[in-house]
């Protein structure tokens, strides 16, 4: 049996950078990988393994009646598969009705989880979805559910992204499996050290000189360009760019102080927790205020 | 034993197979002959687990002769030797529940059992025979179906398309008159939504539409499988599948294909029924944004592929 290898993250967080990394450095080649082989090994809501794996037809199912048979579906993937498993998820981490964790530990050698500041995300989000700033700001503080549904079928199955704050503490403290925690603002900042530890944490055989030329092959730059000259079959329809800008910060050109006002109110401790406290001195006072500690 | 149902069993027709029942099916089109049945459904204790199953997944199990189905808030279904399936209810489920996986997995594998090939797909006739639409769930089978119905076409099956493969030419017999459709579909075919029933209680958005039921023991020869397949290309267009490409197509949208595996000779057996019916139907695949499509562009483009 070889454990499963979660790539997690809440969504435009950096988890297709990371996994464009990871295949990079797994290839070696003098060339980036084109982003549609990225490599790894699917997401965990696609819904075509869970009708072939569990034998029914999802579409037939109720969420919560998906939900009971997926942790056997990752443990039957683990199981059958010789060489190790990298598998995307944007859910939080959780249970189903039955009380068994989603993402079961007997089928999870660990989980690399991307976290970015929620703020970036936010604004990453409303152009990835094609939304108003203030619907992507409900999705990221929890007061609207992620994946409400749609009036059909999508190619995935029902996934819970909760708020962001809910999300990371989801990972970072409730899997109970190891979970190597790396931010986005970090691989931009000290790509070598980061990207580096991530393979490390993960098993892979580490070699910085290799480390290197995939962080090069894996560039916001070069994801882009590959974009542009061939598409991505991860951009939704009505987003205009998957790779749209790669950077931090850029949340002080687009949220209005009341914007950065709500997010804080929601998650102003994990964004103290994981470093995002420091970086919020243009804003005002009162903001500043509610921030916890 | 197993040929009595008693008196007050319900008899229906569907796949050229004259099925007793103790349930009712609504969904099925009554039986009006007295033939003797071929296939019983009857509820009773079924096992957890088969004895030495060929290959299991996390909710069916299969050996040459058995299929076990579990779906656990709905029933467990044990699909026997082409002829029988037996339904224990799980606590609190619904009767409209039980028989979406009743008529859809259970019937799909009892099919195979019987030696015939399944295909995950619509069926209309047209004026040359029999075209089958496939393709993984939500690519527009059930669409395609409702839309060929609204213009005066038969619909012979949704979802499940059952061939007989042998005979001098591959043909369709008709399953249920019923299309289930999501309510994007229906808004895109401007079809009311209000009237209809849910496919299952709390399955939000998914409807039943009655179609108009045709002659129930017909065999039609297939002339053609249509296999949809979203692709970049924003217009539709048809591409004919050839050689080991068709043939792998097709198995790919075998019904319940993961269910062959454990049945043997059947599972030997399909392969030469793909092959036998890529020699006799034109394979061509549908490439095109499904659902973005100008639903009347990929309807011309059809129609006059029906007549090649």
Known sequence: MSPIIWIA?????????????????????????????????????????????????SSNLLDEEIDEYRPELYELLAESSPEPLWIKVHDAF???????????ATATKLALYVLRCPLDVAVSLRHHLAISL??????????????????????????????????????????????????????????????????????????????????AHSHFEVLAALEQAKGFVERPAKAEKFFREGRSGGWRHALSPAQVDRIIQAH?????????????????ADSRANLPG | MLDELGAEAHRYVAYG??????????ELTPCEDSLTPDVWFRTGAT??????????????????????????????????????????????????????????AALGGLLH????????????????????????????????????????????????????????????????PNVLLWADSLAHLNIDASGLALARPRLEDKYCLPVQPGPPRMAIPVRAVYVLRTTKAARPDLISLRGVGALRTLTENTYCRRFLKGMGAQNARHFHQVGRLRKHARIVGIHGSHLNWPLGMLVELLEKDFQT
């Not at chain 1, 959780?94 to 079961?104: E, V």
């Not at chain 2, 197979?17 to 099916?25: K, R, V």
């Open chain 1, 134 to 215: 203030d619907r992507s700001i409900d999705l990221v503080v929890g007061e609207a559910k992620s994946g409400a549904r749609s009036p059909g079928l999508s190619r995935q199955l029902r996934h819970d992204w909760r708020s962001w704050g809910e999300h990371v503490s989801s990972w970072v403290d409730e899997a109970p499996f190891p979970v190597h925690v790396l931010r986005y603002e970090d691989m931009l900042a000290r790509p070598l050290e980061t990207f580096g530890a991530a393979a490390r944490a993960a098993g892979l055989a580490y070699d910085p000189a290799r480390v290197a030329r995939a962080v």
């Open chain 1, 94 to 104: 959780g249970y189903n009705a039955a009380g068994r964790a989603l993402f079961p």
């Open chain 2, 113 to 176: 059992q019987r030696g015939r090939l399944p295909l995950h797909g619509s069926a209309i006739e047209t004026s040359q025979g029999a075209a089958i639409f496939c393709g993984p769930s939500g690519f527009g089978k059930s669409t395609l179906a409702a839309l060929f119905s609204r213009r005066g076409y038969r619909v012979l099956a949704d979802d499940l398309a059952c061939i007989d493969p042998d005979g001098d030419f591959p043909r369709i017999t008709p399953g249920h």
């Open chain 1, 9 to 57: 993250s809440y969504p435009k967080s950096g988890n297709t950078w990371l996994r464009a990394f990871l295949a990079n450095y797994a290839s070696d080649g003098s060339q980036p990988v084109e982003l549609d082989d990225l490599g790894t090994d699917g997401i965990a809501t696609d819904r075509d393994w869970f009708d072939e794996l569990v034998g029914l037809e």
């Open chain 1, 268 to 284: 102003g401790e994990p964004m103290k927790r994981f470093g995002y406290a420091a970086g919020l001195d243009a804003i005002g």
């Open chain 2, 47 to 104: 096992p957890r687990d088969l004895i030495a199953p060929r290959v299991r997944g996390v909710a069916f199990q299969a050996t040459d002769r058995q299929f076990l189905i579990d779906v656990r808030s709905v029933a467990r279904y044990l699909v026997s030797d082409g002829r029988e399936i037996v339904i224990e209810p799980a606590s609190g489920s619904d009767a409209t529940s039980l028989r979406v996986f009743l008529l859809g």
């Open chain 2, 17 to 26: 197979l004259t099925i007793a029942s103790e349930l009712e099916c609504p």
